[in-house]
């Protein structure tokens, strides 16, 4: 019986009868190709990976940061922490007041009874973050002695490693932390890393969430940040810092 054996396609099982002996394979079913393949785009293939790899880490570290911005923890706590931004000869930065509102409110409802201000000061200022902070409470009914002010810090790790100082020296250990929804991932995982029992609870208003251009550039900047402290423990590089408004 005749039989085109060249027509046969690649990894097709091809038997013949020859007389009354057994069926014989005569084609080879597996031709291993791959080594020939060019280094090149076995280099393209590789750059490709990473790249998916990167884009799927940084897909997943946005998700993250929104996840938890959006999440309003308020369990009854030994203290509430605000952390600083901009302020202006004294003056709150609408970014840190929208903070210090929220810190108002959950004051108000009892879920601690004792607040920090915490944040330093940029050259030529004449207050540090944490003392304009304190004066705005103060201001707005919240008793002087249950205000503790810490002005250190010029970035998010500086300003937690002092409150973790502060809360082990007074035997506290719970905290909730209020920022930008999207700053929340981040500062939790730096206080507890200190040893803080830390949850969020973000200010749901302010420039940080107005408008859809301003929260991707938020979340972006703090998925950043966040990847960076995991790698390197270190604050945030410069590349991913926003002014406040």
Not at 90 to 117: C, F, K, M, N
Not at 169 to 187: E, K, N
Request: aromatic share 8%; glycine share 8%; with cysteine.
């Amino acid at each position: 019986m005749p039989c085109d054996v060249g027509r046969v396609p690649i990894g097709t099982l091809l038997f013949v009868r020859v007389g009354l002996s057994r069926p014989r394979l005569i084609v080879n079913p597996f031709r291993v190709t791959w080594y020939r393949v060019p280094w090149w785009r076995w280099m393209m293939r590789a750059v490709a990976a990473v790249l998916l790899g990167i884009m799927v880490l940084a897909v997943v570290t946005f998700l993250q940061v929104w996840w938890v911005g959006r999440e309003d923890h308020r369990p009854r706590s030994d203290v509430l922490v605000v952390l600083g931004a901009s302020q202006y000869d004294g003056r709150p930065s609408a970014v840190l007041a929208a903070r210090l509102d929220h810190v108002l409110e959950l004051y108000r409802e009892g879920i601690a009874p004792q607040v920090i201000t915490v944040g330093g000061k940029q050259p030529g200022d004449r207050y540090t973050e944490g003392e304009a902070s304190a004066t705005y409470l103060r201001q707005r009914g919240i008793p002087p002695d249950r205000v503790l002010v810490l002005p250190e810090g010029s970035n998010t790790l500086g300003s937690l490693t002092a409150v973790a100082g502060l809360m082990n020296s007074r035997h506290w250990h719970t905290a909730v932390l209020v920022t930008d929804p999207w700053h929340s991932l981040r500062s939790r995982t730096m206080a507890r890393d200190l040893g803080v029992d830390a949850v969020t609870s973000p200010a749901d208003r302010g420039p940080a969430v107005h408008g859809f251009g301003t929260q991707v550039r938020y979340i972006i900047r703090e998925g950043i940040g966040y990847r960076w402290y995991q790698l390197f423990r270190q604050a945030s590089p410069p590349s991913a810092t926003t002014r406040a408004v």
